[in-house]
């Protein structure tokens, strides 16, 4: 890593000899502006760059452009009457079209309150009462620690645990990381981060760049009706659209790979935006000394074109394959008494296709239309030089999914909303293995399974209403229907929300709700009695206040309680799964936030919460594998002028749990280890301090710009799993799974923006 140094002074120096030649120039802000919750244009929408004469009126078809503005950063604000105002941060760069759309909320106001206009930056959704986060581009791309992944960005939110500083796999109130749904455009993508499986915490990065996303929405929990089959988060994507007056070019190399993206208008009076990125870390084989490193790569691409002023037709498609080589050493083939160094051939792909039709009705309703078809596979072999495939799997997932969604604003004050939708499912599963004995002495018999079976499907339907019968209260009701024809089974959901007003700045908030997650077809695949399985099951009770202490500065404190029964059980030596866990998540959640105003932004984040599981009625509870009681991760930037921003970020959390040796036990001349209480001793406290530097150079007709991200600034070594094993000899040791990641990590980043 040490190489990095002589390449960054390099470029900072080469850099800084051509800033005397940077020279002023500016860009543009164009968008629409709608109303949220009908999809209507808003028209005369007031758009204007506060603190300048700038800005306008938006058109009738809701669209709007402010030329002449000067690069940098800039707040923009969008007022109409009777509805709420709605400001945003952002970049502007040279002779360039920045892209942003408005949804304004209707305001109910009523006689005798006193009406107090300011610049908003939180939105406040009464369908999402609680545990709502969004997140805009410039919060995405500028996060210390995140090396510009959005999923880095959120785990420094309450209620979200870091799992280590390799992965972007999320952990959310104390459940597993299969848990969480993620949407892209309405589009689910199964696994969002490269090198994730279901069920795991392995995952390098993000497979979409946050240079492409217009905002993020994420849901810890208490969700709304029309989110379902998950019952932890639901975690939403927003692609930008691409400029309709002229190209642009984005060309970016870091620690994620080599990206090059481009927007603008496409044949027949659309946009278009695609992106293409290479990882780069297989390329950082040679230099970091080791056997082998994954590459892979992500294809993401949207086409838009509007139909009259009523209809929108997005095509959006996405492709990310990973491939990861390991070739065992035949010199270790003959070590006695244990498996050698391993010959690993895995390759794991994904990828969506799917078309959005929106259309509007009058003043009042609109109908968002979604055809989707999502992929989802690995394969895996496993074994030594001699023998390669001792253990493997080819597994393949592919839905086909069809959902419609129609929202009307019977008045200011109600909203309804109501979907149905189908997804047919197919499945292929094969895996193998031959028979092992773990250092337990627990006998793992050979098996192979092969699954084929025929389509299957899910439907359902929701219904869900918004009433504000004040100025400031907001009443969600919904309930959900879902059938899952693998299983027979079929689950009702009720769900509720409340948002009161106490005061114009603090607003108490509650929300329950049930939640199902059905088996997916792989877990169903391992054994013939999975097919009886049920949807596991969680109940959410949240409650929290909210408190603005400035227009760009808000604090909340949450409480939350997550029963679960019928959660998944499986047995590893026969692949069965049954309903016989259970178990409970809670937590108090604080958090101080400062959204981007001036030069200060930065946020303080703190989670006390407990996580336990139980296998059976007769089987003792135990601390999941994802209970760390204490969460807390200090953020913060600050812009010293629009060339230069410096940034840290600080995490701590209680270590995590795992299960200790009792001692050894020698059985007919061999000698095992004895396990103790299940998670019963704790791993080291997780903490590192990661600081990072962004410096932006403009040029005439385009801007380069790169940071220093220095992770694990301290050399913290943290330990995450240990592991025991025993010789020959009897002798027992404790195997330490990080050794040797004690070291601080710079990574480099450079974009070149034209």
Request: charged share 20%.
């Amino acid at each position: 890593m040490r190489r990095v140094s002589p390449a960054l002074a390099l470029v900072l120096c080469v850099a800084a000899l051509a800033a005397p030649i940077a020279c002023a120039a500016t860009g543009s802000i164009e968008g629409r502006v709608i109303d949220r919750h009908t999809g209507e244009a808003l028209f005369p929408a007031d758009v204007v760059v506060v603190g300048t004469t700038l800005g306008g009126i938006a058109s009738r078809d809701g669209r709007f452009t402010i030329r002449d503005v000067p690069e940098g950063a800039h707040r923009v604000r969008a007022s109409m009457m009777g509805y709420e105002l709605d400001v945003r941060d952002v970049v502007v760069a040279a002779d360039r079209a920045i892209r942003l759309d408005f949804e304004l909320t209707p305001d109910v106001l009523d006689i005798g309150l006193d009406v107090v206009i300011a610049a908003k930056h939180f939105e406040k959704d009464g369908e999402k009462p609680v545990s709502f986060r969004s997140l805009i581009p410039e919060e995405m791309r500028r996060a210390p620690g995140s090396v510009e992944d959005v999923f880095r960005v959120v785990q420094s939110m309450p209620g979200v645990s870091p799992v280590d500083m390799t992965t972007s796999n999320l952990v959310v109130r104390g459940g597993d990381p299969s848990e969480n749904r993620t949407l892209l455009e309405n589009i689910e993508i199964p696994n969002p981060v490269h090198f994730a499986r279901p069920g795991g915490t392995i995952g390098s990065v993000s497979v979409i760049s946050p240079g492409l996303l217009e905002r993020v929405d994420f849901l810890t929990g208490g969700f709304p009706a029309k989110y379902g089959d998950r019952i932890s988060s639901v975690f939403e994507m927003k692609l930008r659209d691409g400029n309709r007056a002229s190209y642009s070019t984005d060309l970016n190399l870091n620690l994620a790979g080599f990206s090059f993206a481009l927007d603008g208008p496409a044949p027949g009076g659309g946009t278009m935006l695609c992106s293409v990125r290479r990882g780069v870390f297989d390329l950082l084989t040679p230099v970091v000394g080791l056997q082998a490193l994954p590459a892979y790569w992500d294809l993401v691409g949207k086409l838009t074109y509007d139909i009259g002023s009523s209809n929108r037709l997005s095509l959006i498609g996405v492709y990310y394959p990973d491939d990861l080589e390991l070739a065992a050493d035949p010199e270790e083939e003959e070590r006695h008494g244990e498996w050698p160094e391993l010959d690993l051939d895995r390759h794991d792909y994904g990828g969506a296709v799917g078309l959005n039709w929106r259309c509007v009705f009058g003043e009042r309703a609109y109908l968002l239309t979604t055809a989707a078809h999502v992929t989802n596979g690995w394969t895996t072999k496993r074994g030594t030089y001699v023998e390669p495939a001792l253990v493997g799997d080819d597994i393949r997932e592919d839905e086909t999914d069809l959902k419609t969604e129609l929202t009307y604003r019977v008045s200011d004050r109600l909203n309804v909303r109501t979907g149905v939708f189908w997804e047919t499912i197919r499945s292929h599963h094969t895996a193998w293995s031959i028979a092992d004995t773990a250092n337990t002495g627990h006998v793992i018999p050979a098996f192979h399974v092969t699954s084929d079976p025929p389509p299957t499907y899910k439907t359902g339907s929701y219904a869900q209403a918004t009433v504000r019968p004040t100025g400031r209260l907001s009443l969600t009701g919904g309930l959900r229907y879902d059938y899952y024809d693998l299983t027979g089974e079929s689950n009702s959901s009720p769900r509720l929300g409340l948002s009161l007003g106490l005061t114009d700045r603090t607003s108490l908030n509650v929300a329950y709700g049930h939640y199902y997650q059905t088996a997916a077809p792989h877990q169903v695949a391992l054994h013939p009695s999975n097919t009886a399985l049920k949807s596991s099951r969680s109940v959410h009770y949240i409650v929290g206040l909210e408190h603005l202490l400035s227009d760009a500065t808000r604090m909340s404190v949450e409480a939350y309680h997550k029963e679960l029964d019928d959660a998944f059980v499986e047995s590893y030596a026969t692949g069965e799964v049954t309903n016989e866990g259970s178990g409970y998540a809670r937590g108090v959640e604080f958090y101080l936030q400062r959204k981007m105003a001036g030069n200060l932004v930065g946020s303080v984040a703190y989670t006390y919460s407990i996580s336990m599981r139980q296998d059976g009625d007769d089987l003792s509870e135990y601390y999941s594998e994802y209970d760390r009681p204490h969460n807390l991760t200090l953020v913060g930037s600050y812009r010293f002028s629009d060339s230069w921003q410096v940034g840290a970020r600080f995490q701590y959390a209680t270590g995590n749990p795992y299960t200790p040796a009792a001692g050894v036990e020698e059985r007919g001349g061999e000698w095992f280890v004895l396990q103790g209480a299940r998670n019963s001793a704790r791993c080291p406290d997780y903490h590192m301090l990661d600081v990072r530097v962004d410096r932006t150079f403009r040029f005439k007709g385009w801007t380069l710009m790169g940071y220093l991200d220095l992770w694990n600034i301290y050399g913290r070594q943290n330990v995450t799993w240990y592991g025991y094993g025993v010789d020959e000899s009897g002798t027992l040791t404790k195997i330490n799974a990080n050794e040797g990641m004690s070291e601080m990590i710079p990574i480099l980043g450079l974009e070149v923006a034209f």
